[in-house]
């Protein structure tokens, strides 16, 4: 059984920052490239930042130059670092990894539970 829980969401002011973590825990024996998403009211889940094994990132562009994506593999933990927050940025926040575990020796997608990010104008 594979668990990803994040932490760091919360209310904060236009031009804030804020940072998320989410840390997979289980009989991880690999985990491959790491995302996170974002839903917010009414709209689809959007991707918006990547970072592989080997730190290689990538960005939505409505966020780039402003979040940071970074992974400590030795802690399986991905973080979100968002800084000039903006109310559009408001929306539920996902990560997503490819872990593979003893029970199933392949690449699957495994979800958090997601966390909510709220920024006021």
């Known amino acids: 059984q594979v668990q990803l829980v994040e932490s760091g969401g919360g209310l904060v002011e236009f031009g804030g920052s804020l940072t998320l973590s989410c840390a997979a825990s289980g009989h991880i024996l690999s985990i491959n490239a790491m995302h996170w998403y974002r839903q917010a009211p009414g709209k689809q889940r959007e991707l918006v930042a990547g970072v592989t094994v080997g730190g290689s990132t990538n960005y939505a562009d409505s966020v780039k130059d402003r979040f940071t994506i970074s992974r400590d593999n030795a802690k399986n933990t991905v973080y979100l670092q968002m800084n000039t927050l903006k109310p559009e940025d408001t929306a539920v926040y996902y990560c997503?990894?490819?872990?593979?575990?003893?029970?199933?020796?392949?690449?699957?997608?495994?979800w958090g539970q997601g966390t909510q990010v709220t920024v006021s104008s």
């Open positions: 997503a990894a490819a872990i593979k575990t003893n029970s199933m020796p392949y690449y699957h997608q495994y």
